[in-house]
């Protein structure tokens, strides 16, 4: 089973600061990595895909890059709204499994 | 709409059975897998398991194996995750996730059900 490990778990950022978060996989995973935004009492919802590719309307401070074990999850200019709990899945391999979460609190 | 639609929110005593449900609409449903994901209170998410509705195969995490049963009903487009002994360790919410690469185990989570709040208590 892949093991996928985010850092930081937890962050408090201000409004327009540049955000990283990353995910380590545990073996080799290619592009087979989707990033997830979950707010409190929502559902998941699909940010990016296969490490890089966009999501149609998803705001385009959200991007994406990696390949292998190493990704990274980049909002380039932080807004309030991004308050919430992110997620990285693989789907390389079987069974597919997420990252801990990453928190973002806004200051 | 692609959609997957969920049943609503059970309470139940420890070793009671219950079967909750996910529907799709919107799409070719028996093209793509659908995944069950359990988050626990305050926790993360975890894969819990997929299955193909065209033909019933059915790939279970190993944490989860033995512990719930999945199945589908293709001809009502509706897929289920059962219990037959409820612990409280259980409580928590179920999503199901529809898989995004058509006929193949693969890809993103890319559409997901509003969640199924499952409270087991005495």
């Known amino acids: 089973e892949v093991v996928l490990t985010q850092s930081p778990d937890f962050q408090s950022v201000t409004p327009k600061e540049k955000v990283t978060i990353t995910c380590r996989a545990s073996l080799i995973i290619g592009n087979g990595l989707h990033w997830y935004q979950q707010k409190p009492g929502q559902s998941p919802k699909l940010l990016i895909k296969y490490a890089s590719q966009s999501i149609s309307g998803v705001p385009s401070r959200f991007s994406g890059s990696g390949s292998g074990t190493d990704f990274t999850l980049t909002i380039s200019s932080l807004e309030a709204e991004d308050a919430a709990t992110y997620y990285c899945l693989q789907s390389t391999s079987l069974p597919q499994t997420f990252g801990q979460g990453t928190k973002l609190e806004i200051k | 709409e692609v959609q997957l639609v969920q049943s609503g929110a059970e309470v139940k005593k420890p070793g009671e059975s219950l079967k909750i449900s996910c529907q799709g609409s919107g799409y070719r449903f028996d093209f793509y897998w659908i995944a069950w994901v359990r988050q626990m209170p305050g926790k993360g998410l975890e894969s819990m398991g997929i299955?193909?509705?065209?033909?019933?195969?059915?790939r279970y995490s190993p944490s989860f194996e033995g512990q719930v049963t999945i199945s589908v009903d293709k001809s009502i487009t509706t897929a289920y995750l059962q219990w037959s002994g409820l612990q409280a360790s259980d409580t928590a919410i179920y999503y199901c996730a529809r898989l995004s690469t058509a006929l193949a185990p693969l890809g993103s989570f890319d559409i997901w059900g509003q969640g199924t709040m499952v409270t087991v208590s005495s």
């Open positions: 299955i193909y509705p065209r033909d019933s195969d059915t």
